[in-house]
Each structure stands twice: as C-alpha cells, then as structure tokens.
C-alpha cells in the first residue's frame, strides 16, 4: 500500500474460532488533498473490502455529501461515493454532525450489524471535533451442540399410527391399574416413536427467524453465501461475488423495510406484533429499577429487591397490611389503613 501518499492505519483483529478476521482502518484526509493521494487511498480500500468484515473511520473531510440521497456536489466528493459504492461500503453509520454543523467524521462498514451503538460524546481537549464511540459485535464463538431432537419434519406418522393400532388395547391393559396401564402405554409410544420418528441435532444458536425473512430471502441468503465460499476457492470472479452481495442486501433491505411500514400501519389493530418487534430490535433489556423498602430506604441490590418483592406478596395473606401497601393504595378512593386485608385460610385453598 502506498503508505506514504495517505494518513491511514490498518489493523486485523483476528476472529474466534468459525469467525473471520476483522480489518479495521482509521484515516485522516486533509481538505486539499489531491487527486493522486486520493486515488492511493482508494485502492487501499479496495484491498481492505475484499474482508468479509471491515470497518473504516476517520475524518475525510466531504462536508457537502447528502448521504440520505448519496450525492455530492464536488467532483472529489462524487468520486469518493463511487469508491465505496465499488466495493460495497454502503453503511454509513454516523447521523448528526461531528464538527460545526457538518459531518466530516464517518464510519462505514461492509457488513450489517457489525458496528452499533454508534455515540458522539463531546469535543476533547481544544479539538472543535465530536468524539464518536462505536462498538464492534464480534460473533461469538460457536459452540457444537451435542443436545438431539426429535425431527417431526421426517417422521413417518402413517407407519406411527398402524404400529399402535395393532395393539389390542382392550387385552394389554385388562385388569390393571391406572399406574400400570399408564407405563405399559409409554412403552409402546417410545418403541413407536423410536422407529418412526427419527432425530437431529439441535441447534445451538437462537434459530428463531426475524419477521421479514421468507424463502425467497433465505435462497438469497444462501445464494450469497455459496458465492463467498466460491470466491475464496477462485472459482468465482470478484464482480460475481459483489454483484451478489448487493442483490442480496437491496432484497433484505426492502423486506425489512415493508415489515416495518406493515407494523406502522396496523399498529392500532396489531399491537402485540408492533412492540414484540421493537422489542425484539432492542439490545438493552430493562430490570427492576431501585424500591423502598419499609423503612424507605432504597433498595438497589438484586437480593435486597428480590426480598421486599416476596415481603409485598406475602402481605396479600396476611392479616395486616404493610405501611408500603397502604401506601401504594392511598389516594384511590378507599381508606383501606383501617380496614384488614384479606385472608386465605386453609380450608379455601
């Protein structure tokens, strides 16, 4: 790489077992660099894109990109979008401006998903740039299940059926028990099951499907996938394998973005799937947030909380309310302090 016409420092983080390395670039572009140092700078992203995982930051200084509508008015900033759009660096994952208004400061990655949480933090120092702090999700090392289950897609329920209808029932469990007809049953369900229904090994990995996805994805998916393995054996051409990709991501993109447009909609009729979705979308789940106790003190600790949680439930069975639970009720109409709550006793449950 021409090191020498550029302000870029390249580093490959290397990944876990089953994971692919990482390339990370950090950059600096003067406001009057020229065409020849530009030109060195896009072959080093050339290079760097052919990672499955990449990431690139730093300061390129194009404040006059629209990059809502991906279009500059300056024939170096146009020249720069062609660049990363030739090598499919297309998330650009920086929203507000980093210095004045303007949003010199980038971060783009080739990979979805792979940058997030994504934070300008204040200036440092005498600097008039924002900081920005980003995250890098590296996959988690895969872990080879040994857990089986049964494949009910494979089963043979026809052949099931005719193996217990051959049983004379009538005869098998005359004169017994509820206990023993019940184990003589299991043993023929098992016996039948194991001949009929076959197992697999169960997934270690959450396989749960995102609501956009459908066949046709999953081909498309898949699809990409195979031209990557193909690409790194040298049986398929760069242009291929890019060509791929981008028809795979448009695809995935406009099904994410017709889910979403649905949820909107039909938010007033379908509320559980709007929020199940935004939930789902969420990375951060909330917990039980500081209580009082009787004393009204605040509790904090999982243990302390998780006791005058118990303390508040049990006081429902008791003959006398706790202050808290008087408190929690004053105000609604009732003077429950000088009445007792309910009780439960033996004989009801």
Known sequence: MEEELTESLWVRIKGRAGAGDIIVGVCYRPPDQGDRADEAFYRQIGAASHSQALVLMGDFNHPDICWRGNAAEHKQSRRFLECIDGNFVLLQMIEEPTRRGAMLDLVLTNKEGLVGDVKLKGSLGCSDHEMV??????A????????????????????????????????ALEGRG?????????????????????????????????????????????HKKEAYRGWKQGQVAWEEYRETVRAARAQVRKAKAQIELNLARDVKDKKKSFYRYVSDKRRTRENVGPLRNETGD????????????????????????????????????????????????????
């Not at 609501?211 to 498309?220: A, I, R, S, Y």
């Open 133 to 138: 702090e980003i995250k890098i999700l590296m």
């Open 298 to 349: 605040l509790v904090t600790q999982d243990r302390e909380k998780a006791e005058v949680l118990n303390d508040f439930f049990a006081s429902v069975f008791t003959s006398k309310c706790s202050s808290h639970t008087a408190q929690v009720t004053e105000g609604k109409g009732r003077d429950w302090e000088n009445e007792e709550s309910p009780t439960v006793g033996e004989d009801q449950v």
């Open 178 to 222: 509820a206990q023993d007809s019940c184990l003589i049953f299991k043993g023929c369900l098992l016996q039948a099951q194991e001949r009929c229904i076959p197992t697999k090994r169960k997934s270690s990995k959450n396989t749960k499907r995102p609501p956009w996805m459908n066949k046709v994805l999953l081909g498309k998916v898949k």
């Open 140 to 171: 988690a090392r895969r872990v080879c299940s040994t857990l089986t289950t049964l494949d009910f897609r494979r089963a043979g329920f026809g052949l099931f059926r005719d193996l217990l209808g051959r049983i004379p029932w009538g005869k």
